[in-house]
C-alpha cells in the first residue's frame, strides 16, 4: 500500500514538473511572456471559470503588458499575442505567406459542413475565396436590396405596433436588430420569406438559440475549435455533431431541390451558390446572373450540397450577430451624444427628402455622416473582438531576433488596439468625427474592424448596407430619446461581443410632418 502512495506521488510530482516545464516554453526561448498566465488554462482561466468570453480573455492579456508581442498560453497551448498595430498588419497582409491559415478546426473531407470560407486552409481557401467573391459585386448587393428594404419595413411595423401613439417606451435594440438580421439573411441568402417579427418562434430563427447554448461543456468546446483543432476533430471523429449545421443542411436541401423542381429563381446568395454547384464558377455579368444556369451534362461539377451549406452556415452564424450588433450600438452611443444624433437625423431626413421618402442603395453610400458614425462604432465594438492565424512557415519577428515557430497560433487582440489610445485618443469616447478628413485623428493602421489582408471578411459591404439601411429606417420612423452616459456589458461567453441584457433605448414614434 506504501509502494503505491510513493508511486502515486512521484508520478503527481513528476507531472507537475512537466507541466511546469511546458509553461516555460517561452521563458526558455528568450521570449517576451506573459507573466500572469496560470496553469492548465493559461491567459484563458477567465474563460473556464465562465467569467468572460474568450476575446475580453485576450484583452486582458492585452492590458497587462506594453510588449509589441509576447508568448502566451492558450489553454496548454503555446502562442503568441500582438499588441503592435503595424506588426499586426503585416501578420494579416504583407507577410500573409508565413500567416495565411486561421488555425481552426476544419477538416472538410470527413466532416463538410466544418469547410466554411472562414475555416478552410492554403489552397482550399484561395479556390473558395476565388469562387466566391463575385457573389459580393455592388450589382449583387443592389439586386439583393429590394429585399433587404422589406424586411426593414416589417421591422419598422413591429416597433410601430409596440410603441405608444404617446410618449416612449424602453426598448432592447439588440433583439430588434438581431431579428432583423436573421431574416435579412433568412431571405438574401437563402431565400425564406418569413416575418420572425411575426412568428418569432420559427425553425431558422431557432438555431441561434441552438447556438448560443452557454454551458461549461459549449464553453470549452468552442475553444477547442479555435485553439486545439486537433482535440476538436477528435471529438467531431467519435460521433460529436455541429446540430446547428445538421439543421441547417436541412432547410438548404429543401429549399434547393424545391426551386429546381419548380423553376424558380430568387435574387438571393443561395441563387449564385447553386450557380457555382451547377457551373463551377458564379458569372461576373450582373445581368446574366440570376438565372438558372447548368452544366452541359447537369452534373455537379464543383462544389457540393454540404459545401453550399459550410459558407451558408458561416455567413448565418457570423452575419445575423455583426448586422444587428452594429446597427444596434450605433444607435445606443448616438443616444448618449445628443448633438452627434441630431446630425444623423437631419442626414437621413435630407436624404429621404432628395429622393421621394425613399433610401436607394447608391444614395445609402454616400450618406458620409453615417458611415463615420458606422466606423466608430465598429472600431469601439468590433464585431470580433481578436483575430486569429496560424503561423505556416518559422517567421521571424521584424527588427529582433526572435522566431515564432511554424504551427503557433497567433492571436491580435482586436478589441485592445481599437480600445488604446496611442491609437485612439480618448478610445472610451464615440467621436465619429476622428475619421473625417478635416479632424483626422486616430491611426489607420490600427482600424482593422473586419480584419486584414486577403482574409478580410468577404461580406463587409453587405453587412454594412444592411447595418445602415435599419438605422435609417429608425431614424425615418422614431424619435431615439437621449440617455445619460453609461457602458455595456458583455456576454461571459463566445468570441463576438454579446450585450449582457441587450441593448437597450427609449424610443417613440416620430410625428408626420
Request: glycine share 6%; with cysteine.
Amino acid at each position: 500500500m506504501f509502494s503505491l502512495i510513493v508511486l502515486a506521488g512521484t508520478l503527481l510530482a513528476l507531472g507537475w514538473f512537466y507541466l511546469k516545464h511546458h509553461y516555460q516554453y517561452w521563458e526558455r526561448r528568450g521570449f517576451p511572456f506573459d507573466r500572469h498566465s496560470t496553469i492548465p488554462f493559461g491567459c484563458l482561466d477567465s474563460v473556464w471559470r465562465r467569467e468572460k468570453g474568450m476575446g475580453m480573455a485576450i484583452y486582458d492579456a492585452y492590458q497587462k503588458s506594453k510588449e509589441r508581442f509576447l508568448g502566451i498560453y492558450l489553454l496548454f497551448r503555446p502562442a503568441v499575442l500582438v499588441r503592435d498595430a503595424a506588426l499586426a498588419r503585416r501578420v494579416l497582409a504583407q507577410d500573409f505567406a508565413s500567416f495565411h491559415d486561421r488555425g481552426v478546426y476544419v477538416d472538410e473531407v470527413n466532416d463538410p459542413l466544418s469547410g466554411s470560407i472562414f475555416a478552410l486552409r492554403g489552397q482550399s481557401w484561395r479556390s473558395m475565396r476565388h469562387k466566391l467573391s463575385p457573389c459580393f459585386t455592388s450589382g449583387k448587393l443592389k439586386g439583393m436590396f429590394s429585399t433587404s428594404e422589406e424586411i426593414a419595413n416589417n421591422m419598422v411595423n413591429h416597433l410601430q405596433k409596440t410603441l405608444p401613439e404617446q410618449g416612449s417606451q424602453e426598448v432592447d435594440l439588440k433583439t430588434v436588430m438581431q431579428t432583423y438580421a436573421i431574416d435579412i439573411i433568412a431571405s438574401t441568402i437563402f431565400g425564406l420569406e418569413m416575418n420572425s417579427y411575426l412568428t418569432p418562434d420559427n425553425k431558422f430563427r431557432n438555431l441561434v438559440t441552438i447556438a448560443r447554448r452557454n454551458t461549461r461543456f459549449t464553453t470549452m468546446f468552442g475553444m477547442m475549435i479555435f485553439l486545439v483543432p486537433s482535440v476538436a476533430k477528435f471529438l467531431f471523429s467519435l460521433g460529436f455533431k455541429n446540430q446547428v449545421a445538421l439543421a441547417m443542411l436541412e432547410i438548404v436541401k429543401e429549399t434547393i431541390e424545391y426551386r429546381e423542381k419548380h423553376g424558380i429563381v430568387r435574387k438571393d446568395l443561395l441563387q449564385l451558390l447553386m450557380e457555382l454547384r451547377n457551373t463551377g464558377a458564379v458569372d461576373e455579368s450582373d445581368e446574366n446572373i440570376w438565372k438558372i444556369q447548368k452544366s452541359a451534362t447537369d452534373q455537379i461539377k464543383c462544389i457540393s450540397l454540404e459545401a453550399i451549406t459550410a459558407q451558408a452556415f458561416i455567413f448565418y452564424i457570423a452575419g445575423q450577430e455583426t448586422t444587428g450588433s452594429t446597427a444596434a450600438f450605433v444607435l445606443f452611443e448616438l443616444a448618449q451624444y445628443p448633438e452627434l444624433l441630431e446630425r444623423l437625423q437631419t442626414e437621413v431626413d435630407e436624404t429621404l427628402a432628395k429622393n421621394d421618402g425613399h433610401i436607394t442603395y447608391d444614395a445609402l453610400q454616400k450618406m458620409e455622416f453615417l458611415d463615420l458614425c458606422v466606423q466608430e462604432s465598429l472600431r469601439k465594438y468590433p464585431g470580433l473582438p481578436m483575430l486569429n492565424r496560424e503561423c505556416t512557415q518559422d517567421y521571424t519577428v521584424p527588427d529582433t531576433d526572435h522566431v515564432i515557430p511554424k504551427g503557433t497560433p497567433v492571436v491580435i487582440s482586436l478589441y485592445g488596439i481599437h480600445h488604446d489610445a496611442e491609437y485612439f485618443p480618448e478610445p472610451e469616447t464615440y467621436d465619429p468625427d476622428r475619421y473625417s478628413e478635416e479632424n483626422r485623428n486616430f491611426s489607420p493602421t490600427a482600424f482593422m474592424p473586419f480584419g486584414e489582408g486577403p482574409r478580410i471578411c468577404i461580406a463587409q459591404r453587405m453587412g454594412l448596407v444592411n447595418a445602415k439601411l435599419a438605422i435609417i429606417n429608425v431614424l425615418k420612423n422614431f424619435n431615439v430619446e437621449v440617455m445619460s452616459k453609461r457602458q455595456l456589458e458583455f456576454e461571459n461567453s463566445g468570441i463576438a461581443l454579446l450585450p449582457k441584457n441587450g441593448v437597450k433605448v427609449r424610443l417613440s414614434k416620430r410625428l408626420p410632418k
